[in-house]
């Protein structure tokens, strides 16, 4: 067998006289451990610069999968920005209806007091409806009543308006179905249909909302021609 072919297959420093297989005074045996060692630890090496070669294609293995997880992640932050949004809409959405109930309590506090002195008020109309119209003969004992009876319904008409309380009195008024009730209907040739000409019992309003509606006599209108009273809203 040809010398040289025979060195390749020796390590470098085997042979060498000051290398890390030189005899010093070692056995054959121990001589071939220390060259099993140093095939060992350059296969070792070998394989380590293997790893290294071979770990950015494991980190371009990762990145669709990362990608991944951050499209994930930002689904997540979306949708939990989505919930928390409506979750404050909702809660402003309560909060303006607890303040809107707050406000109406307070308005509408007194509607009950108010609809149980709307009699009085009536009364009190109806005792100065029944008094003729000339009392110039009448005693000052009788025109003294007369003007307490008076002042009284004065006083309390302007109680009534310092509490958003409102008289409805819609004589000569178009008839308004959200404000008046229709008690009967006669035909009226100088008036047009629909007109109130009597009012029966007056209405009132509390802060804008009916506690009564006006009971009225309108005039009537022609069938013939369609003109008749709606009283639907």
């Known amino acids: 067998m040809d010398n040289n072919e025979n060195n ?28 099993d060692s140093f095939a060992e630890a350059d296969a070792q090496a070998a394989f380590d610069r293997e790893q290294e070669l071979e770990e950015p294609d494991s980190d371009a293995d990762n990145a669709p999968a990362e990608h991944d997880r951050v499209a994930e992640l930002e689904q997540e932050v979306a949708k939990m920005k989505d919930q928390a949004l409506r979750a404050l809409a909702e809660a402003e959405n309560a909060r303006r209806r607890a303040t809107k109930d707050r406000e109406d309590a307070s308005r509408f506090a007194v509607s009950g007091f108010a609809r149980d002195l709307l009699a009085v008020s009536d009364n009190l109309r109806r005792a100065l409806e029944s008094v003729p119209e000339d009392v110039s003969g009448a005693s000052d004992q009788f025109t003294n009543l007369l003007a307490g009876v008076e002042a009284t319904e004065r006083e309390l008409l302007k109680i009534f308006e310092k509490h958003g309380i409102q008289k409805i009195a819609p004589m000569d008024e178009k008839f308004d179905p959200n404000f008046h009730e229709v008690m009967f209907e006669a035909p009226m040739p100088d008036k047009e249909a629909g007109t109130v000409i009597q009012v029966m019992e007056a209405g009132y309003i509390l802060n804008g909302r009916l506690i009564r509606p006006a009971r009225v006599g309108v005039a009537k209108g022609d069938a013939a021609s369609g003109n008749t009273v709606n009283e639907s809203v």
């Open 8 to 35: 390749n297959d020796i390590p470098e420093g085997f042979d060498e006289p000051t290398g890390p297989f030189a005899n010093k005074n070692k056995s054959p045996a121990e001589s071939m451990e220390a060259y």
